[in-house]
């Protein structure tokens, strides 16, 4: 293991530009970094949200590769660029293969290769899906607080879904400072469902937990949803079930049919990126011809240009920002190296020489 310097000092004149070395980031690595540091992510996440909306980040429009053999089967690339004390440029690469469940292996797997900004060079292949899982937790979490404010605390938490990104928000929920006294699960595989009941009460939580095989008891239960399917097309349509008013943490993005988010009001994390690919909030664009029922963005409301009223439903629908895997890297990357826990890979790039 060799002693690097943090991106965050790899500033440099052109005259002093030198090839930075290659390391590989395995997920064991990122789960130590991460694990039992969840207030700390949410902030970083908070802080990416800031510098996007002051226009201090690049976040293209996510690139979907598609396959006409494999109608459920996607990789996404999420091409990003932070800019400030943040500086960080990168690419996230994740697939999404709903088959391997059946498999007994997860659904998605990722890698986060990290830029030097100084000279363009790759310096960091880093295992994501556990990064990508974490921001996304963070990010819910943060919202989970932001938008229940002027609201009494949520007691009664719901889960439609229990996959991997379903237990990683469980934990930063609770590791941020929530409890509950009601954890409230469905999901259309009751191993699924059982697994994560196994793994709620593994980790201790004080509150009764109750499988529901119908959701619309589960919704009508909740003072918090938390979205997290695979679910391709909306599969909720009615209203009512949210007339108790919950918070809603949208996550997978298509659940929720245009007559739910027509009720609610609307928080998105970007909606040039949130209003496409078939998401719930862009079917609703293409019924209503506009984009009148989305209220702002969560750093609106954390920045308090846009207020939730606390006697609506309100609905946070995250498309997922590539700025958000790059700043939850970045901080791994820095932290392996200003311990010296890097692994080099030697001798990497060849052809350093420029007339050979």
């Not at 800019?83 to 293969?97: C, H, M």
């Not at 899982?133 to 889960?159: M, N």
């Not at 239960?221 to 949208?250: E, G, Y």
């Not at 996550?251 to 007559?259: I, K, M, Q």
Request: glycine share 8%.
């Amino acid at each position: 293991m060799n002693a690097v310097q943090p991106l965050s000092d790899r500033t440099r004149p052109v005259e002093a530009l030198t090839v930075p070395p290659f390391a590989v980031v395995p997920g064991r690595q990122v789960k130590q970094v991460l694990d039992g540091r969840e207030p700390t992510v949410r902030d970083i996440v908070e802080s990416a949200y800031h510098l996007h909306s002051a226009g201090r980040t690049v976040n293209p429009a996510s690139t979907f590769l598609r396959f006409p053999d494999r109608s459920t089967a996607r990789i996404i690339a999420l091409p990003a660029s932070l800019a400030g004390d943040s500086r960080v440029d990168g690419l996230k690469w994740i697939s999404s293969f709903p088959e391997n469940v059946r498999s007994g292996i997860p659904r998605a797997s990722a890698v986060l290769i990290l830029n030097d900004p100084a000279t363009g060079y790759p310096v960091a292949c880093m295992e994501s899906s556990v990064i990508s899982a974490a921001r996304t937790a963070a990010s819910a979490a943060a919202a989970a607080d932001w938008l229940s404010r002027g609201r009494p605390r949520a007691g009664r938490v719901g889960f439609i879904g229990t996959g991997l990104i379903a237990r990683y928000i469980h934990t930063y929920l609770r590791r941020t400072g929530w409890s509950f006294t009601d954890i409230g699960i469905h999901d259309r595989s009751h191993e699924s469902a059982a697994g994560f009941r196994l793994y709620l009460e593994q980790s201790g939580v004080d509150g009764d937990i109750t499988v529901h095989t119908d959701p619309e008891q589960l919704v009508r239960n909740s003072d918090l949803l938390v979205f997290a399917t695979v679910a391709a097309t909306p599969h909720i349509n009615a209203p009512s079930w949210f007339d108790h008013h919950p918070v809603v943490l949208h996550v997978s993005l298509r659940d929720l049919a245009p007559t739910v988010l027509l009720s609610a009001t609307n928080i998105v994390d970007d909606p040039d990126h949130c209003l496409r690919a078939q998401t719930s909030p862009h079917l609703t664009e293409r019924l209503t011809g506009n984009r009148d029922f989305v209220h702002g963005t969560l750093a609106d409301v954390m920045a308090g240009r846009v207020s939730v009223p606390p006697d609506a439903t309100v609905v946070f629908s995250p498309f997922g920002l590539g700025v958000l895997d790059l700043a939850v890297g970045k901080y791994v990357y820095d932290r392996l190296a200003e311990s010296g826990e890097l692994a080099i890979v030697e001798d990497f790039f060849d052809e350093l020489g420029r007339y050979g």
